[in-house]
């Protein structure tokens, strides 16, 4: 706790100002710390941003350093009807065919019925009881898959329909009002295709109920669940091929690519999958771009700016990383990594460009020319500068053990360390501050004593004075 300061009471001097620059030289070394650390935050801030830079190098250098990035296509069709759309690996080439039929569910209905229980009359029962649960079977022959409801508390049609749609059955059930006293039940199955057929029984069935009565069959379904078909190479005798889907998308018919149709086409439609030269354009202009974020990065930090000193004297400063021996490291492993020949052949025949200035530029004509002469060629050579520089990212901005990364954890422990020893400072200054106080008041104190005792000296030698007299 600091001391109570009496402030020139006796002395007349300004004791609190006397203090205050007292101090000032006693927090000098603080100071310095204090400049220290903003330093070095301002240096481990500039370590981060270019570490950040350098890790999303590495990201578009292992994108285009992948074999099946670069089997990049783009997939078109003849008809509106018919998508194509063209996944990795999906190799250059044209089919035709014609589209038979489209998928669909099953639609089934009830009979017109008054109430839930008239939906179970049988020529036995006409009247009806609602069971204690309805089990829906659904799926192809051998594949099939029970589900049983239960109708605990099911009162009505609209009830039984909740209960379905609450059920995972995989179907939708309605109500539709046909007149003021009947209605009948619409089940609809979510799915398309054979595999979505069904079939409602009262009670609970399995696989191994014998003959079981339905109360909606497939057989006599409203809409009979159909596969989708197309005839490949239609027309021509011999080679037709009857290709069948439980959807209206058909994958793997032709490798990495879906085609997915939604009308019926009796005229050959023609799917073409041909390079997407866009897509591969973009892969080595990504990976330019972040070169040259990169070196932009490493230049604008290291590069000395002038200012204009009070006297008018000219002041030459450094940038924040000049003179770091971590960030020549990198520039000088990325642009290695990214000038160096692939099998003899100079990044810049397929437009990949570095400048005498250390900047690195995406020449579009050079390796739009390049592709088209030999594309293999282009692809060899992007992907070998990506591999190398995506392995030089690596080591630079691993998170684990990049070595900038380590450089940032460093300096962030010194940075840590430096605070701590300012934080030290404010309670060894608060101390000599408190000291600096109580010797000033004692001092104070000790020549209003002095005053006293100066003034009852002065008294008693007047006193003596007149008796004298």
Known sequence: MASMGIDGIVSGLDTT?????LMQVEAMPQTLLKSK???????????????????SLGDAAKAAAKAESWGAATASSSAKSVTATAKAGAGVSSLSFTVDQLATGQTSLSPKIASLAKLFATSEQPDGAVPASVTLK??????????????????DLAGFAAALNKSDAGVT???????????????TSKATGTPAAFDLYSGTVTAETTSPTAVMSRADALTKPTDAQITLWAGKTGFEEKVTSATNTFSGVLTGVDLTVTAQEKDPV??????DDAALKKLASNLVGALGVVFSEVKSRTAASTTTSADGRTVISGGVLSGDSATRGVNQKVLAAASQPVDGISPSEVGMVL????????????????????????QA???????????????????IDGSLSLKVKSQETFSKNLSQQVSD???RLEVRRAGLQATYTAMEVGLSGLQAQGSWLSGQISALMANNR
């Open 17 to 21: 100002a006397l203090i205050n620059s």
């Open 37 to 55: 650390v903003s330093t070095t935050q301002s240096f481990i801030s500039a370590l981060q941003g270019l570490n950040t830079k350098v890790a």
């Open 138 to 155: 659904s799926g192809a022959a051998g594949a099939e898959k029970y589900t049983t409801v239960s109708l605990t508390d099911v009162k």
């Open 173 to 187: 059930a309605t109500v539709v009002t046909v007149s003021p006293t009947e209605s009948r039940l619409q089940i």
């Open 270 to 275: 023609t799917v073409t999958v041909v390079r």
């Open 355 to 378: 400048g005498r200035d250390g900047t690195i530029t995406f020449d579009d004509a050079k390796f739009t020319a390049a592709m088209a002469a030999d594309p293999n060629r282009v």
């Open 381 to 399: 050579v992007v992907m070998g500068v990506a591999a190398r520089v995506a392995d030089a990212a690596k080591e630079i901005a691993d998170p």
């Open 425 to 427: 400072w404010d309670r």
